[in-house]
C-alpha cells in the first residue's frame, strides 16, 4: 500500500498521469472491498496516504536545503513529518468506508470520505491543502482547461470526489479476481466513460461559450525578479537586488503604456490628480521581493522612488515584512499610490506551518521568535483608479472558497508569492495548479507574480494568458479581462462539494440499513 500512495503520487503536478490512478485506487478498494477488519482497512489506508504524501510533498525539504549549515537534522522531516500527520486522513475514510457492505455501496462511501477528509485539511494548524487529487485535473493546454472547468460549480473537492469515485470503481472493475458480476463491471465501465464524456462535454460548453461580463481590468504588469533565497536570507545585495525591480517595473509599464496607447505623466505633472485617459495598469512585486525589507515600511522617499520609476502605474502591490504597532512582523502587500503613499495594506491570514508560525506544541525552536502574526482573512482593497482586487500572498490561494470576500467581490486576483524556497521542483508547479483553480472557482482573472518563477495570469476560465518560466529575470504586462458572472461555486462555496458528500455517504449507509430491515422481516 505503501507503494501504490507512492506511484498514485505520478497523477499530481507536473506530471499529470492520471491512469496511474485506476491501478493505484482500484487496488485500495479491492482491498476494503475484501476485509471485514476495520484495523486491517485503517491501515491500508493510512500507508496509502503516506506513500501518497511523503512523495507529493518531496519538494519541501528544499526549503530546509537552503539553510542546511543550521539545520541539517531536519533535512528528513518536511515531507515525512507532513506525511505521517496527513495518513490519518486516509486511514479514516478507509476504516469508516467498512460502515457501507461490500461493492458499490462501500467504494461509493469511501470516495465522499476521502473527500471530506480532504476539506478537513483546511483546518490542520493553520491549514495545509496541499495536494488535493483535484488538481491533478490541471493539465497544462486546452485539455486542462476543459477538464477544471467544472470547478466553477463543485469547486476543487467536487473534482477531487469525481476523480476518487470514478478511479475507484473502475480500477476496481478493471481488476482481475473480483466478486464483482460481470454485468455490474460492465456497467460500471460503460458508466464510467459515459461520466468522462459528460464531464468533458460539460466542461468544453462552458469553456466555449461563457463570457465576461462589465468591465475589462487593469492592465498588469508582473515583475519577476529571479533572486536566489540564500541571497534574501543572508541579506545580500540588497541594493542591486532593489535596483533590478526598479528597472522591470520601469519597462514592464512601458509595454503596458504601448498597450494602452496611453503617455508617461511628465514629471513635472507627477503629483497632481491622474486623468483616466485609458485602462488602469498596476504593477506587481512578488511575495518579500528583496532583502531590504524594513525599507519600504520605513522611508517615503524608498517608496517615491518606486513609483517614479513605475511613472504611469496607478497604483504598484509590493510584497514586504513589516512591523505592526505591537513589533510583531507581518507578511504584508503594500499598495503604493502614484506619489508613493501607502494607500491600503493587505496581512497574510493564512501563516505556514513551521515556516512563517510555529505549532505551540513543538518544544523545540524553529521559527525564529516563535514565527510572525497573522491578518484577518480575505479582504477586497478598493485603490484610487482601480478595480476592487482580492488580495493573496503565497500559499493563501491554495483554500478552495477562502480566496475572496463573499460580501464584497472584486473583479481580479491579485497573487504574490515567493516559491524560491523549493526550488526548481515539483511545488512550484503544484502551486500554480491551484492558482489556475481558484480563476475557475470564483471566475475573477488572477494575476501572479513569483519571485523565480512560474509567473502567470490566467482569466476566469483559468485559461493562460502569459507566463514567465522558473528561473527567469524579466516582466511583461498583460490587460486582464473583464470578470465572469459570479460562479455557483463563488456565491456557496464549500457548501456544495460538502452537501454531494454527506448526500453520497448517507445514501450508501441508509441503503444498508433499510436492506438489513427488509432482511430481518423476510426470516421472520
Not at 104 to 127: E, H, I, N, P
Not at 332 to 345: K, T, V
Request: one cysteine or more; proline letters at 9%; glycine letters at 10%.
Amino acid at each position: 500500500m505503501l507503494g501504490l500512495g507512492a506511484l498514485a503520487a505520478l497523477a499530481l503536478p507536473p506530471v499529470h498521469f492520471l491512469p496511474v490512478l485506476l491501478l493505484s485506487f482500484g487496488l485500495l478498494g479491492q482491498t476494503l472491498n475484501t476485509t471485514t477488519s476495520w484495523k486491517r482497512a485503517a491501515w491500508a489506508g493510512g500507508l496509502f496516504g503516506f506513500g501518497f504524501y511523503a512523495t507529493g510533498l518531496y519538494w519541501l525539504i528544499h526549503a530546509v536545503l537552503i539553510r542546511a549549515e543550521e539545520f541539517w537534522w531536519f533535512v528528513p522531516f518536511p515531507s515525512l513529518g507532513c506525511a505521517l500527520i496527513l495518513a490519518p486522513t486516509v486511514a479514516a475514510p478507509a476504516a469508516l468506508s467498512l460502515l457501507a457492505p461490500p461493492g458499490l455501496r462501500r467504494l461509493g462511501a469511501f470516495a465522499a470520505l476521502w473527500t471530506l477528509a480532504d476539506m478537513s485539511r483546511t483546518f490542520l494548524f493553520s491549514g495545509f491543502t496541499w495536494n488535493a487529487l483535484g488538481s491533478c485535473l490541471a493539465i497544462p493546454g486546452v485539455v486542462g482547461d476543459i477538464l477544471i472547468q467544472p470547478a466553477a460549480w463543485v469547486g476543487e473537492d467536487g473534482l477531487t470526489l469525481g476523480l476518487v469515485l470514478l478511479s475507484t470503481l473502475a480500477g476496481v472493475a478493471c481488476l482481475r479476481g473480483t466478486a464483482l458480476r460481470p454485468r455490474t463491471r460492465a456497467i460500471i465501465l460503460g458508466g464510467s466513460v459515459c461520466a468522462v464524456l459528460v464531464w468533458c462535454i460539460l466542461g468544453a460548453v462552458r469553456f466555449y461559450t461563457v463570457t465576461p461580463a462589465g468591465e475589462p481590468g487593469p492592465i498588469a504588469v508582473i515583475a519577476q525578479g529571479n533572486v536566489p533565497e540564500t541571497e534574501k536570507v543572508d541579506r545580500l545585495n540588497p541594493r542591486e537586488i532593489f535596483r533590478r525591480y526598479l528597472r522591470l517595473t520601469r519597462d514592464g509599464v512601458q509595454q503596458a503604456l504601448a498597450l494602452d496607447h496611453r503617455p508617461p505623466t511628465p514629471p513635472s505633472l507627477a503629483d497632481a490628480e491622474p486623468e483616466n485617459t485609458g485602462r488602469p495598469i498596476v504593477f506587481l512585486w512578488p511575495e518579500t521581493s528583496f532583502p531590504g525589507y524594513d525599507l519600504l515600511q520605513d522611508s517615503p522617499q524608498a517608496r517615491a522612488v518606486i513609483m517614479q520609476w513605475g511613472n504611469g502605474a496607478d497604483a504598484g502591490l509590493i510584497g514586504a515584512l513589516r512591523m505592526d504597532e505591537q513589533g510583531r512582523y507581518r507578511n504584508s502587500m503594500l499598495a503604493l499610490a502614484p506619489d508613493g503613499a501607502i494607500e491600503d495594506i493587505y496581512d497574510k491570514a493564512r501563516l505556514v506551518p513551521f515556516g512563517e508560525y510555529q505549532p505551540p506544541f513543538i518544544p523545540l525552536q524553529i521559527v525564529p521568535q516563535g514565527g510572525m502574526a497573522a491578518g484577518p482573512g480575505p479582504r477586497t482593497l478598493h485603490l484610487r483608479g482601480l478595480p476592487p482586487v482580492g488580495p493573496l500572498i503565497c500559499y493563501e490561494v491554495i483554500f478552495s472558497g477562502d480566496v475572496t470576500d463573499r460580501h464584497d467581490r472584486p473583479r481580479w486576483l491579485a497573487n504574490i508569492t515567493n516559491d524560491a524556497w523549493f526550488g526548481n521542483s515539483a511545488g512550484p508547479r503544484q502551486h500554480l495548479a491551484s492558482v489556475r483553480l481558484r480563476a475557475v472557482e470564483e471566475g475573477l482573472p488572477i494575476a501572479r507574480a513569483a519571485n523565480t518563477g512560474i509567473s502567470a495570469v490566467y482569466d476566469g476560465r483559468g485559461h493562460l494568458l502569459h507566463s514567465l518560466g522558473w528561473d527567469q529575470t524579466a516582466v511583461f504586462a498583460v490587460p486582464l479581462p473583464a470578470p465572469l458572472p459570479a460562479t455557483l461555486f463563488a456565491l456557496y462555496g464549500q457548501n456544495i462539494p460538502l452537501s454531494v458528500c454527506v448526500i453520497l455517504f448517507v445514501t450508501c449507509i441508509s441503503y444498508t440499513r433499510s436492506q438489513k430491515k427488509r432482511s430481518a422481516a423476510q426470516r421472520l
